[in-house]
């Protein structure tokens, strides 16, 4: 502490601070539960930091709803479009910088430096998934020389609505690894965020509603992992679901509930890393190839000339 | 409708293929019996007659091939791309040498017209071996990451409705990349993939990479729940399919999915119509209707709705149904009694459900299992036969006004396999094409295949997709985490 400040609490009553009622995100807006639910967070030393809202299975419908909703919009909007919001992302984050060292410090129990290390990697995350949204259509497709008068074009599209289970123990670097290349895709998320520490990802909600992007493109739930997924993973208007913060008996069973409008299923994948370089899996992980054929028809057996 | 021209009979000679009175399994370069003993019959749709006994895969023959298929991997996986890549090649060439039998073969067992098997199938089958062959020494430069690497053993369930070709769209692209392969046909058509067998023995292919398993059901559900199985790629209904992927749920097994669709084949005010005409029998009389992909729902712009629906009745009145080994035969025998039974009351549902049914006159043979084509007008969204897969030659008609209306309707499914799209307007092909939610469209065609082509469905028509370079992802491990790839 600086003398400054030293100097001021001996001089003044010590300023009570203004503590932050975490919200989710929700359809663009911050909606508290419906189920008024909060439970209780703490720093990794067990600290209370905040209660925050316990979603129920409502909410979990509610995101479903507004994410759907959503989808036409943000997978329409163009690539370079959704490439400028990304990158938006980015830059509002950067302007919060200091915010999300300190949550991420208290949710890790991170010295201020290596919380910083985390921060940037995220941020620096958006930066690079911002540049994907308009080249990843050229690197998986392509066009198709077929034997005989026609073209076809395979490109990706999105898959749809994604509920993303955020990974427990990286609250935000690891929580931004696996929204980003789901929504840099054109696919819209449902993201639980790590059932013990949830602030970076509740806060992060406040920042994506300042970056231009459109309500209900992301979604913020909090609470139990296995209470919010186990709907989210039957929801029969879920496209896909991202099991990074599930446990292996809690991914097998939400797998099997999956089966049943046969969801597209990105089995937890071992990460020692979160920093390292992602590749392209993630967003292939969410994408379907669409081939449309056209008759090319012919100019006779000589061609033009010329 | 009588025709002014009587057709000779045409037929193909069925001397040319040889079929044994029985099969066994082909395991490890071998042919054995099952282990225990049990067998069944397969038998020619069209006339009912017994072809052969084949041997029926249990649980410890499951066991047995996919331990050969395991043993076979750590040399094949390891042999250089070139050397498998002329593995394909000669799989290729014998294929193409021996097309004529195997097209006769395939029409004795699944009762589809020759016509089809000789002009459809068969080349298609050697195209697919000729294009994944080719892949094999290039796999590094295919976008899956420097060292691509095969996954191991993989379990392959197909269907009866192209037996040959269903086996080639997943042996071809597994050897390619290394795997080495159980393969299950379906029960009513397993001769071509025995007579397969043989090719992989003439190719000189390694023991072990290839075994064929025929059998039913719990044939391909025990080596889908095989422990020692890495990949499993399945062709066939959306309901196994789920099972499937409830079976594999919390494993390491990279599963592939082809599965349902109730594709809708959208007609614009302004197309052609004769063409589109043409392109509607394709895409649901093409295999008796026995597609997955099969344009079953027509979407006809109001406006022309009459005048296409003449057109259509008139084209199908000229639609020859009977032997399929009659070269001007159109339509084929349905695979199997169970099929026909199926068929049989999805159409009288419809019925029931006040759709108004419509076939040609249409005399059909007294022994095997025949179904005429079908339409039915007065559908709506709301009929079981324009929600449910029918598998068969029936064709669905519903209207629509504008062109959103059409893709909202066409979206209305949960399948999301194919769709077709008939207009003079490019800006429009291309703008439909954009917002429906299926994994193949075909503006001003249908139910074309090609080896260099993605094939595969959104939503409940499965994951993943087979043929092209997106074909090899499901046979290779996935990229480290580290972006290696």
Redesign the interface.
């Known amino acids: 502490m600086s003398t400054v400040e030293k100097n001021d609490k001996t001089e003044r009553a010590e300023r009570l601070s203004v503590f932050k009622t975490y919200k989710l995100y929700v359809g663009g807006k911050f909606p508290r539960s419906e189920s008024g639910r909060v439970y209780e967070v703490t720093d990794s030393k067990g600290n209370w930091l905040a209660n925050v809202p316990l979603s129920s299975r409502k909410d979990a419908r509610d995101a479903v709803v507004a994410a759907r909703k959503a989808f036409g919009g943000w997978s329409g909007a163009t690539a370079y479009n959704r490439g400028q919001i990304l990158y938006r992302i980015a830059e509002m984050l950067e302007g919060r910088r200091e915010q999300y060292v300190r949550e991420v410090a208290d949710a890790e129990g991170l010295s201020k430096s290596k919380a910083a290390a985390q921060v940037d990697a995220a941020i620096d995350r958006w930066v690079w998934y911002a540049g994907w949204t308009d080249k990843i259509a050229q690197?998986?497709g392509?066009g198709?020389?077929?034997?005989?008068p026609?073209f076809?074009i395979?490109s990706p599209e999105p898959?749809g609505v994604v509920a993303v289970l955020a990974p427990q123990e990286s609250s935000f670097l690891g929580l931004v690894s696996v929204l980003a290349p789901v929504i840099a895709t054109g696919n819209t998320a449902i993201v639980v965020a790590s059932e013990t520490s949830p602030l970076p990802a509740l806060s992060l909600g406040e920042v994506l509603a300042t970056s231009d992007l459109p309500g209900g493109v992301v979604n913020v739930l909090s609470g139990r992992t296995a209470e919010i997924a186990t709907p989210l993973a039957a929801h029969q208007d879920v496209?896909a679901i991202d099991l990074a913060g599930a446990d292996?008996v809690l991914?097998?069973e939400l797998?099997?509930a999956?089966?049943?409008?046969?969801k597209?299923v990105l089995?937890p994948?071992?990460?020692?890393d979160w920093a390292?370089?992602?590749?392209?899996?993630r967003m292939t992980a969410f994408l379907?190839?669409?081939?449309?054929?056209?008759?090319t028809g012919s100019l006779g057996a000589s061609g033009s000339s010329y | 409708m009588a025709s002014v021209f009587e057709y000779a009979p045409a037929p193909e000679s069925r001397s040319i293929v040889d079929i044994a009175p029985s099969y066994g399994l082909f395991i490890d370069g071998e042919f054995v019996e099952a282990a225990d003993g049990k067998v069944f019959k397969t038998v020619s749709p069209s006339t009912e007659e017994v072809l052969a006994e084949i041997a029926q895969a249990g649980e410890a023959d499951v066991d047995r091939a996919v331990k050969a298929a395991r043993k076979a991997f750590v040399k094949w996986s390891a042999l250089p791309g070139s050397e498998r890549a002329k593995y394909l090649f000669r799989i290729a060439r014998i294929i193409q040498e021996r097309s004529r039998e195997l097209a006769v073969l395939e029409t004795l067992d699944n009762g589809k017209p020759i016509k089809e098997t000789r002009d459809a199938d068969l080349p298609l089958v050697a195209a697919h071996f000729f294009y994944y062959a080719g892949w094999a020494d290039k796999l590094e430069h295919a976008g899956f990451g420097a060292s691509p690497a095969p996954l191991g053993v993989a379990g392959q369930v197909i269907p009866w409705n192209f037996p040959l070709l269903m086996l080639a769209w997943k042996i071809a692209p597994a050897l390619a990349t290394g795997n080495t392969v159980v393969l299950k046909p379906a029960e009513t058509t397993p001769l071509s993939a025995l007579f397969f067998a043989d090719i992989c023995r003439q190719a000189g292919l390694p023991k072990g990479v290839v075994n064929i398993l025929p059998g039913y059901g719990d044939s391909g559900a025990a080596l889908v729940a095989h422990p020692d199985v890495n990949k499993v790629a399945f062709t066939g209904s959306t309901a196994v399919g789920k099972e499937i992927a409830r079976t594999v749920a919390g494993t390491h097994k990279k599963v592939t999915l082809e599965l349902g669709g109730k594709g809708a084949n959208i007609v614009f005010d302004d197309a052609p119509i004769d063409q589109a005409v043409e392109g509607i029998v394709n895409g649901i009389f093409f295999n008796q209707g026995q597609v997955c992909c099969a344009g079953s729902r027509l979407l006809v712009q109001e406006s022309i709705q009459d005048e296409l629906l003449e057109s259509l009745k008139r084209r199908l009145s000229t639609l020859r149904l009977g032997d399929p080994l009659d070269k001007n035969t159109d339509i084929g025998a349905i695979n199997s009694e169970e099929q026909l039974t199926r068929i049989t009351s999805l159409v009288e549902q419809g019925e029931a459900e006040g759709a108004e049914r419509w076939s040609p006159a249409c005399e059909l043979p007294e022994s095997g299992y025949w179904f005429a084509p079908t339409l039915f007008t007065n559908v709506t969204q709301a009929h079981r036969i324009a929600r449910d897969e029918i598998f068969g030659p029936v064709l669905s008609v519903l209207t629509f006004r504008t062109p959103d209306e059409a893709v909202a309707k066409a979206n209305n499914s949960a399948y999301g396999l194919s769709a077709g799209i008939w207009t003079e307007k490019g800006s429009r092909i291309l703008a439909v094409a954009n917002k429906l939610r299926a994994g193949v469209i075909w503006s001003n065609t249908f139910n074309k295949f090609d080896p260099t082509s993605p094939f595969g469905g959104y939503k409940e028509s499965g994951f993943g997709r087979e043929g092209g370079r997106h074909g090899l992802e499901a046979y290779l491990a996935p990229s480290s985490p580290e972006g290696e790839r």
Do not use: C, M, Y
Not at chain 1, 144 to 148: E, F, I
Not at chain 1, 258 to 262: E, R, Y
């Open positions: 690197v998986v392509g198709n020389p077929v034997a005989g026609f076809n395979s898959a496209n292996e991914a097998k797998e099997i999956a089966a049943d409008n046969l597209r089995r994948q071992p990460v020692d390292a370089a992602p590749g392209i899996d379907e190839t669409k081939t449309v054929w056209h008759p």
